[in-house]
């Protein structure tokens, strides 16, 4: 009988070993994502047992993202409230007691929740948890300059558009401004979320939710021409002096493209003889129509993918509030594979066709110029520091490689200065500074309503801050008009002028 | 003794590591287990020394998670133990000459295990809990009678087929009577309660002791196959049993699906699933280290407990969460020792009789443990039975020091 009585004693002991198996697998290798399911109220409330860490602007003093202590059952919970009453707040987002998360809260929420972090760290976690202390979070030190945060909403007021701001040495975001905005302390109050829903900015637009600012898609209209005439000048066909003749149209497929259909052009509609540096300061459609057929679709293309449209701009955001620029096709990103046939050049090099951007991706295109052609890598968190002070990760600015030529960025700066004394965005100018920038008007297929633009940097012979200015749906709204005023205050309020 | 110190030491540090107030319990667990201890010493000097405190520990591991879960239970508990302990040295004293009287009333056992397991079906005393008819109650006092039947079945079967395992190696037909009755009340019981665990349990000793009586595979195989047509007929007939596997099989769904419990369309998780779903997360959260007794998460942040049934059935994703995988895996291996003791009890016994009733006891252990803990696990379906001496309720415990006592008298005998 003892035979039998092995092989039973062997079943018994597989079963009770195949439990610790599974036991294993569940608790590391199926762990993270169990952990990641969106009803484990486990997780949910283990979340909010921890002191989450505070987002805080680059002063170090702006709270932008607190805790609320709540007490229940005898146990404390950690709910989110937003001292600053949502100063940026799409990009910081929010964190419900539902754990609804959006933003930075989103994406950074291992390190609030102090998941991530380094081992002295982790082992003072530890212990605190086995003494039954409180656990803490990370606080997030953001690269955003409070003031001038504050001074975008301001002059953003009701309308429709974004402000961007960021160091072009760097990358490092100071501003991230959007509009309709909303306070993010509402989200969490009963009612909140729908009143929030329904705000709406004075272009009828009830989307305060969205961050216009990376997921805003904007036709850039003349601010474009940056990306063309670079290509034009990096590609050696052109010169800033060389010659066009400027008959107030330009001809594409057998048909006159006019001037006048440009908004954004100061001065006469006819220039005559021009030079292309005076075609980019004066903002000269034709002009830019007749380098456009010159140079063709794909090389503008290819020299816009240097300046990183086709991908998602890098940031600390999640991935789904960012969007690439470049042509849209059905509301798709699109890129033709034949595009001497597929897209109408002239249009393009003036910033028509069908091209769509975002805000960061013309602030990025501005910052290379000034950055004397790297396109630098944007960032909006500066460092992570643990509860007791240490320096848990701290963001090293880097780049996304070269865009264009340093001879072709200082030709372009200087095109860009042009435009700011004596062209279309005088209106940006500041005093004792050299500021350069690039208007844009673009149709918004409403008669007389457009999309505003201006993108600028400052000082021109050392640049300290890029800005990207955009308002929607401006009635008789040119960028020079609306929207230069805006990115110079900012870059006053930045360089302290 | 030594061991049984250490032990007990053991569960002193972990206990003063909640609170130190708790001290007096961990004391008065000590003291009764010195008593336990004492009684065994003088009646069965020779039984193997393992055993008791390998049961001590778990008795002591669910005592502590019970009292982190909710002191009022941990005091009833506690109650219950004490009144374990009296039965195990009841037993012990009572059969400590000879045991083997018992072979002698075995159809009496065989009946009364058959009784006590349709005992919570009879009107009036019997209760439906989660969905199975187990429990039954007088007087307020609860009791699932199927663990004591599940001891009278490995009773009358040790003797039953230690009497006629020639014969039934054989393939005498008439002697299958008594046999096929047992797997007839054992489907009909699965069909009545609709509680598949311990169909499965007895179902499984059942086939245990009559592979080592019988060294017939093929007998085995036979009854699995009978097990399997009864499955299937309960599986179609009862849908207490076909939501249990849909569960198993798929917790998580993406679309909504009809919810029984509200009437409304929900997603699985949210509904059936529910308690297995949450009991995953809780297991999971724990990780490798776990969280620390006393720092783990059972209740959401209303204070609502996520996990029903948390102390009794689910005890183990408890204990999986807070002491994590060295904790969880540390208290399987503690049944993988009892579990070995046991059969060495059984292969060290002299007479037929003796190491059938070792051996089916030993194997009840193990596969109970494997049926709930499995069943938490997703290996199997999941089935509300309790873990042997860890979760809360008293049957499970009065029936566990049985095993004990029984395991202990076999052992004592055969190191005589």
């Known amino acids: ?497 | 003794m030594l061991t049984a110190i250490g032990f007990a030491s053991v569960y002193i540090s972990r206990r003063s590591h909640i609170s130190t107030a708790s001290l007096t319990y961990a004391l008065l667990f000590f003291v009764l287990y010195l008593a336990a201890h004492v009684v065994a010493r003088f009646t069965v000097p020779n039984a193997d020394p393992y055993l008791l405190p390998l049961a001590g520990l778990l008795t002591a591991i669910g005592l502590t998670e019970i009292y982190r879960l909710g002191p009022s239970n941990a005091f009833k508990q506690g109650l219950w133990v004490v009144i374990g302990v009296a039965v195990f040295a009841l037993v012990i004293v009572v059969l400590r000459r000879d045991y083997r009287l018992l072979e002698n009333y075995k159809y009496i056992f065989g009946l009364s295990a058959i009784g006590l397991l349709f005992m919570p079906l009879l009107p009036g005393i019997g209760q439906t809990v989660n969905g199975s008819r187990l429990w039954i109650h007088a007087g307020g006092l609860q009791f699932q009678p199927g663990e004591l039947g599940k001891l009278a079945l490995i009773v009358f079967l040790a003797a039953y087929l230690r009497e006629k395992r020639e014969v039934l190696a054989q393939g005498r037909v008439k002697d299958w009577g008594p046999l096929l009755v047992i797997w007839g009340s054992a489907m009909l019981v699965l069909f009545a309660t609709g509680d598949l665990g311990s169909a499965l349990l007895y179902y499984g000793i059942f086939l245990a002791i009559l592979y080592a009586a019988t060294a017939r595979l093929k007998f085995v195989a036979a009854f699995i196959g009978l097990f399997l047509v009864g499955s299937a007929a309960v599986y179609e007939g009862t849908p207490h049993v076909r939501e249990r596997v849909t569960n198993w099989l798929h917790p998580w769904t993406t679309q909504k699906v009809y919810c029984a419990l509200n009437g409304h369309y929900t997603l699985r998780q949210d509904c059936a699933s529910y308690q297995m779903v949450q009991s995953l997360y809780s297991i999971a959260h724990g990780g490798y280290g776990g969280t620390g007794l006393g720092s783990g998460v059972f209740q959401n942040a209303q204070g609502a407990p996520l996990i029903p049934f948390l102390s009794t059935d689910f005890i183990y994703s408890a204990v999986a969460q807070e002491l994590g995988l060295v904790g969880a895996a540390a208290l399987i291996l503690i049944y993988m020792v009892f579990v070995l003791r046991g059969f060495r009890v059984s292969l060290a016994a002299n007479d037929g009789f003796s190491k059938l009733l070792a051996a089916g006891l030993t194997f009840g252990f193990a596969l109970q443990t494997f049926v709930i803990v499995g069943g938490i696990l997703r290996v199997i379906p999941l089935t509300g039975i309790t873990l042997p001496f860890v979760s809360y309720g008293g049957s499970s415990v009065i029936s566990n020091f049985i095993v004990v006592a029984g395991l202990m008298l076999v052992s004592d005998r055969a190191n005589a």
């Open chain 1, 1 to 497: 009988m003892n035979t039998q009585l092995n092989r039973l004693a062997l079943v018994a002991l597989i079963m009770l070993a195949a439990l610790i198996v599974a036991t294993t697998y569940w608790q590391s290798w199926a762990a993270g994502s169990l952990a990641a399911k969106q009803d484990n109220a486990i997780e949910l409330v283990s979340q909010f047992e921890v002191s989450r860490g505070l987002i805080l602007a680059a002063n170090g003093n702006t709270v932008l993202a607190a805790d609320r202590k709540v007490k229940r059952n005898g146990q404390t919970f950690y709910f989110r409230r937003y001292p600053s009453h949502g100063l940026a707040a799409q990009t910081i987002g929010y964190s419900t007691s539902a754990l609804s998360q959006t933003g930075l809260e989103l994406s950074l929420n291992d390190y609030l929740t102090g998941a991530t972090s380094n081992l002295s760290n982790a082992i003072q976690r530890t212990l605190n948890q086995i003494g039954g202390g409180t656990v803490y979070g990370d606080n997030v030190v953001l690269t955003i300059n409070a003031g001038a945060q504050a001074l975008a909403q301001q002059l953003l007021g009701d309308r429709c558009g974004a402000v961007v701001a960021m160091n072009p040495r760097t990358g490092a975001i100071y501003v991230m401004a959007s509009s309709p905005t909303y306070d993010s302390n509402l989200i969490d109050k009963p009612g909140g979320y729908a009143k929030v829903l329904k705000t709406k900015g004075a272009c009828g637009d009830a989307s305060a939710l969205l961050n216009r600012a990376t997921y805003g898609l904007y036709a850039p209209g003349s601010t474009f021409k940056m990306v063309t005439a670079s290509a034009a000048l990096d590609s050696g066909a052109f010169t800033p002096t060389s010659g066009f003749n400027d008959p107030g149209y330009c001809v594409e497929y057998g048909k006159h493209v006019s001037n006048a259909g440009n908004p954004d052009q100061n001065g006469p509609e006819t220039y005559g003889h021009v030079t292309l540096a005076q075609g980019f300061q004066h903002s000269i459609n034709s002009v830019f129509c007749n380098v456009g057929k010159q140079i063709g679709a794909k090389v503008i293309l290819d020299y816009a993918k240097r300046f990183g449209f086709y991908s998602t701009p890098p940031l600390e955001t999640p991935a789904n509030q960012r969007l690439p620029s470049g042509l849209y096709k059905n509301d798709k990103l699109w890129f033709p594979k034949d595009p001497a046939t597929e897209v109408d050049p002239g249009r393009l090099a003036f910033g028509q066709e069908r091209l769509q951007v975002t805000p960061l991706q013309m602030l990025m295109v501005g910052a290379t110029i000034a950055n004397g052609g790297v396109v630098p890598r944007p960032y909006i968190v500066d460092r992570v520091i643990g509860h007791d002070g240490s320096v848990v990760s701290r963001t090293r600015a880097s780049t996304l490689g070269r865009a264009i030529k340093p001879e072709t960025a200082a030709e372009l700066n200087q095109m860009m200065v042009s435009v700011v004394q004596a062209g279309t965005g005088t209106a940006a100018q500041i005093p004792g500074i050299q500021v350069a920038g690039k208007t844009g008007t673009a149709e918004t297929g409403v008669n007389k309503v457009y999309t505003a633009w201006f993108v600028s940097f400052a000082p021109a012979n050392n640049p300290q801050v890029a800005v990207a200015v955009v308002l929607e749906k401006q009635l008789n709204g040119f960028g020079g008009a609306v929207s230069a005023p805006i990115a110079k205050q900012i870059m006053q309020k930045l360089l302290h002028r």
